[in-house]
């Protein structure tokens, strides 16, 4: 099956700094990318939607200028967080959609610790 | 607003005691409805997508089923390896999908 990989898995970093996510479609091509952040023991809730060559979408709530969503080729959109405060600490997934069938897989996710 | 509810929250099954999953939803155009199943730490892991009343999907120990308000997950005799957060989500036409809380299953040997 198709497959989403995310990257880093884990990452830890200082109050202040800033951290990129790299959501990557290994052997399909996505038009479309979604980006996702669950808390412990609750739903995925959707972020952005990211479509190659243009701004991402954001839902109400989520400041675009904190979560930057850049999506610059079929294969690849990333997700940086700035100025990070230990409330971002989350897991974050991102998904993709297939151009052909237009299904949608997901990546492993990546758990984001700000301390 | 698309809306998706999953019952119960959680579920304690004895290995081999079947049961079911409810997941009701409102959606303005649904494109498809999706099963997923989530261990802890990780990414939501693929396992359904029905598309219209009547349709029905099996994988080993799992079934799906859909109608024009509510879908289930039917496990039957399920085994503790089958303990996980089960997610349901509605796909409106702009492929946004809409998650319910999950109903977390254990199930005891």
Known sequence: ?115 | EDQVTQSPEALRLQEGESSSLNCSYTVSGLRGLFWYRQDPGKGPEFLFTLYSAGEEKEKERLKATLTKKESFLHITAPKPEDSATYLCAVQANDYKLSFGAGTTVTVRA
């Open chain 1, 1 to 115: 099956g198709a497959v989403v990989s995310q990257h880093p898995s884990r990452v830890i970093c200082k109050s202040g700094t800033s951290v990129k996510i790299e959501c990557r479609s290994l052997d399909f091509q996505a038009t479309t990318m979604f980006w996702y952040r669950q808390f412990p023991k609750q739903s995925l809730m959707l972020m952005a939607t990211s479509n190659e060559g243009s701004k991402a979408t954001y839902e109400q709530g989520v400041e675009k200028d904190k979560f930057l969503i850049n999506h610059a080729s079929l294969t690849l959109s990333t997700l940086t967080v700035t100025s990070a405060h230990p409330e971002d600490s989350s897991f974050y997934i991102c998904s993709a959609v297939t151009t052909t069938t237009g299904e949608l897989f997901f990546g492993e996710g990546s758990r984001l610790t700000v301390l």
